[in-house]
T-cell receptor, first 116, second 114 residues
Framework: EAGVTQFPSHSVIEKGQTVTLRCDPI?????LYWYRRVMGKEIKFLLH????????ESGMPNNRFLAERTGGTYSTLKVQPAELEDSGVYFC??????????????FGEGSRLTVL | DAKTTQPNSMESNEEEPVHLPCNHS???????IHWYRQLPSQGPEYVIH???SNVNNRMASLAIAEDRKSSTLILHRATLRDAAVYYC???????????????FGKGTKLSVIP
């Protein structure tokens, strides 16, 4: 079974441009999460979808970031316009359900974003 | 989420057991202890989690102190593939329905010596 896949693996853009990152969760996983690690910092939560609904977007840094999950399948994270401080690795994760004993998140390999 | 404290780095010889400690003195009764690891150039990978009792799975064992203020991740025989950053994370059930924020700290960088 395929794991969480992310595209592109690496994107290099100039400041002010737009980038869209895509995440395909594991089939059947209702929960989808975005995390990121910016340079020298720790991995931070961005937001959480349950199917197509945003359950928690408290980690989104500002309104230049827009996440969507139309149809409750794949998700996109758009950064517009990109700034230098947005450079880092963006991770997507999915999980089957939230529960006391099945809290495992499956992470993708990440999309590295470099803003010049 | 309650904070955890881990050593910045540890070394182990290949084929030997590794004990990775984690302190979480402010843990609450509803906090689960989760461990994830991140291999170079990969996303985080779930290792194990527990509440009060020690836990075993195919990857590792988790030993939880009786007062739950500390725990230890045990890799029974370290291999070169186990070289990674290991994160000890508390996940509170009190975070609210629908929220599953994992709070990653700096973790412990484990080096395995051939």
């Amino acid at each position: 079974e395929a794991g969480v896949t992310q595209f592109p693996s690496h994107s290099v853009i100039e400041k002010g441009q737009t980038v869209t990152l895509r995440c395909d969760p594991i089939s059947g996983h209702d929960n989808l999460y975005w995390y990121r690690r910016v340079m020298g910092k720790e991995i931070k939560f961005l937001l959480h979808f349950v199917k197509e609904s945003k359950q928690d977007e408290s980690g989104m840094p500002n309104n230049r970031f827009l996440a969507e999950r139309t149809g409750g399948t794949y998700s996109t994270l758009k950064v517009q316009p990109a700034e230098l401080e947005d450079s880092g690795v963006y991770f997507c994760a999915s999980s089957l359900r939230q529960g006391l004993n099945t809290g495992e998140l499956f992470f993708g390999e990440g999309s590295r974003l470099t803003v010049l | 989420d309650a904070k955890t404290t881990q050593p910045n780095s540890m070394e182990s010889n290949e084929e030997e057991p590794v004990h990775l400690p984690c302190n979480h003195s402010t843990i609450s009764g509803t906090d689960y202890i989760h461990w994830y690891r991140q291999l170079p150039s990969q996303g985080p990978e779930y290792v194990i989690h527990g509440l009060t009792s020690n836990v075993n799975n195919r990857m590792a064992s988790l030993a939880i102190a009786e007062d739950r203020k500390s725990s230890t991740l045990i890799l029974h025989r370290a291999t070169l593939r186990d070289a990674a950053v290991y994160y000890c994370i508390l996940r509170s059930l009190a975070s609210g329905a629908g929220s599953y924020q994992l709070t990653f700290g700096k973790g412990t960088k484990l080096s395995v010596i051939p």
